[in-house]
């Protein structure tokens, strides 16, 4: 992937989560990084003094349009529409972008970290938070049934978003991720609704 046209510090960071996504977050070298770079490693270590804030960097980009996206979602029609637009605007981005989905497949591995764990835990935390909220009020407007609470329905809904990741990973990439997010969570999110019609169906395919 080319990034000669970005800033160096930013070309680091996108080259790093080549990197991880070839090697995991153990196997990131700062060498590996330079060396596909054209650069030395202490060329690298001028922005990033230690491997530990690289990999900040990292987490920084991986969760720089959140706050987007979750202000975004809000602006839909109503608050089904509001969960749909907010999982296939990800699935969209990591479309086009999956070498991102490594960081998504590597909490666990980061959550061990002292120096990453809260880092990774706001970010899970964050969005678990955001499709939550958009749930409690889904069920207040009378759109979603309340026999499991927002906090079930957003973990169920964040779980499946995960897996499909993971699969579409193993799969390498040969379907569309957004298409099959918005296919299954049409299905997943009728499963919840208390109003049950077609149209709202038809209008999350027309998104």
């Known amino acids: 992937m080319g990034y000669s046209f970005l800033h160096r510090k930013e070309r680091i960071v996108l080259t790093t989560i080549d990197v991880i996504n070839e090697y995991g977050i153990k196997g990131i070298s700062t ?10 490693e202490a060329a690298v270590f001028k922005h990033f003094p230690k491997k530990v804030d690289l990999l900040h960097a990292v987490l920084d980009f991986y969760a720089q349009y959140d706050s ?18 907010y999982v296939v605007t990800y699935a969209e981005y990591y479309e086009n972008y999956p070498q991102i989905t490594a960081i998504t497949q590597s909490y666990d591995v980061l959550a061990c970290e002292d120096d990453f764990r809260e880092k990774i835990k706001k970010i899970y935390f964050g969005r678990l ?15 979603l049934s309340c026999e499991l609470s927002a906090a079930q329905i957003a973990e169920i809904i964040l779980g499946f978003f995960h897996a499909a990741c993971l699969t579409w990973r193993f799969q390498k990439y ?8 918005a296919s299954t969570l049409q299905v997943l999110l009728n499963s919840f609704i208390t109003d049950r019609r077609e149209e709202r169906v038809r209008k999350w395919q027309e998104f």
Do not use: H, M, P, W
């Open 31 to 40: 060498r590996e990084v330079a060396k596909r770079q054209g650069i030395t």
């Open 68 to 85: 987007d996206i979750s202000a975004s979602s809000l602006q839909q029609k109503d608050y089904l529409q509001a969960i749909f637009y």
């Open 129 to 143: 938070t955001a499709l939550r909220d958009l749930a409690a009020k889904a069920q207040q407007a009378g759109l």
């Open 174 to 181: 040969a379907y569309s991720l957004k298409n099959y997010v």
